[in-house]
């Protein structure tokens, strides 16, 4: 049996090719998979569950449809921090914490996003501390569809152009706060997102397992008895 983990798939009405290439991966055989775990940023952006654009229901229906077979888990990323309890029932995932620990095939594991670990981007850890105030989303849930949509818009621009200017050292995983995390929860192993630098590191705390994102060709971590393995899913397959 194995365990899958997926992340960063960004998915967006404007980029059909990822979309279909996450369809294809929904349909193949999972007779041997105990779980799916999806580490966070599933989509480019999230305003709300209250108005999901028609083509992320379409996705909420096929994640459902898999569900049937296999129990599906779902982490939080920094771009669909907002997605809420009804999509998730929509989609029959079940949500979990920012960090979540896990018993991977005798392994004690940490799964999660990844952008907490970037701490030396001071300015996006201020926004994230910000952003995630129970408060600060009760109000932005209460705005109008129009406003939301512009202020999502306008993070992303500020978004893009801001990593533009930072060193990719900035907006790696800290390697302190790696250890720090491991050795708080007392495990071996860590599972995230978030950096897009697919890898299998083996570091003193433990091994830290960083999947790929989707913006090229899809990407996939298997995990066994038998160890893990990065396996890359080519859009044209």
């Not at 979309?19 to 041997?32: C, G, K, N, P, V």
């Not at 779902?74 to 921090?81: T, V």
């Amino acid at each position: 049996m194995r365990t899958l983990f997926i992340g960063d798939l960004h998915l967006s009405a404007d980029r059909p090719d990822i979309t279909a290439a996450f369809r294809r991966f929904l349909s193949q055989s999972f007779d041997d998979v105990d779980a799916l775990y999806i580490l966070g940023d599933l989509f480019e952006v999230w305003v709300g569950d209250d108005i999901a654009e028609p083509f992320a229901l379409d996705i909420a229906a096929d994640i459902a449809k898999l569900s049937q077979k296999l129990p599906i888990y779902f982490i939080h990323g920094n771009r669909d921090f907002l997605i809420g309890k009804q999509f998730a029932a929509l989609s029959r995932m079940q949500l979990l914490d920012e960090v979540h620990q896990i018993d991977l095939y005798g392994v004690p594991t940490l799964l999660l996003h990844g952008d907490s670990l970037c701490t030396l981007d001071k300015g996006y850890q201020r926004f994230r501390k910000f952003r995630n105030q129970p408060w600060a989303k009760w109000v932005y849930s209460k705005l109008s569809e129009n406003r939301r949509l512009r202020i999502a818009a306008n993070l992303r621009a500020k978004s893009k152009a801001g990593n533009q200017m930072k060193s990719q050292y900035i907006m790696d995983a800290e390697p302190s706060a790696v250890a720090e995390l491991l050795q708080k929860r007392l495990c071996t192993q860590m599972i995230h997102g978030h950096t897009h630098r697919p890898a299998i590191h083996e570091e003193s705390a433990g091994r830290r397992i960083v999947v790929g994102d989707w913006y090229e060709q899809g990407s996939v971590l298997e995990v066994s008895d038998a160890g893990a393995r990065l396996l890359e899913l080519p859009f044209g397959n």
